[in-house]
């Protein structure tokens, strides 16, 4: 009913990972990791609570039937587009896990860290809250496409430069690698 709002809506998202990085960022002693699980498990138990606080939804939307779920599986390009996304979540989570050890490795301090985190969300929010006009002009699979270039170069970059400075100018990219894909997929 609202084509186009979903990047707006999602922005919230960003917004709090944004707060939540930088603040963790700064609080948490990369040399003292002992309160790591508590940085986590208290945001999982605010989340957990406020599930319970959620109105409950009415009926179930309706499932697709089979015929039509097998038609679509045995569709080669549908089949190429799951491979395509799930590659590219694979690679985000790779990164996930790994980019703020990359960061320490290179000498790096928890307030850069969160300051890097909440660059490439920055670069996210900006161009969800933007969205609507740019997948109107353009089709998803052009823009799949370029998400998946800025993607490739990300990664390359990420994987050869070693200069903190570098590193954060090379987070925006995080716009396209995650953001463009994800809603091209969506």
């Known amino acids: 009913r609202h084509h186009g709002e979903y990047g707006r ?25 002992a309160a ?7 945001p999982l138990g605010l989340a ?5 606080l959620l109105p409950a939804r009415a009926a179930a939307p309706p499932r697709p039937v089979a015929g039509p779920a097998r038609a679509l599986l045995a569709a080669p390009d549908f089949r190429l587009f799951l491979l395509i996304a ?19 490795d290179l000498g790096a301090t928890g307030s850069f860290a969160g300051a890097f ?3 490439g969300v920055v670069a996210e929010v900006v161009l969800m809250f933007g969205a609507g006009p740019v997948f109107a ?3 998803a699979r052009r823009l799949l496409a370029v998400g998946l270039a800025g993607a490739t170069v990300r990664w390359i970059a990420m994987a050869t430069v070693t200069s903190l400075p570098a590193l954060m100018a090379l987070q925006p990219l995080h716009a396209l ?7 091209a997929c969506l």
């Open 9 to 33: 809506m999602r922005l919230f998202g960003s917004l709090g990972f944004l707060a939540a990085a930088l603040a963790v960022g700064r609080a948490l002693d990369v040399t003292a990791p």
């Open 36 to 42: 790591l699980p508590a940085a986590i498990a208290v």
């Open 48 to 52: 957990f609570v406020a599930s319970l």
């Open 86 to 104: 799930v590659l590219s979540q694979a690679a985000h989570a790779s990164y996930d896990l790994c980019a703020t050890l990359h960061l320490y």
């Open 117 to 119: 985190w909440a660059l």
């Open 137 to 139: 002009r353009a089709p």
């Open 177 to 183: 690698s995650f953001d463009l894909v994800w809603l």
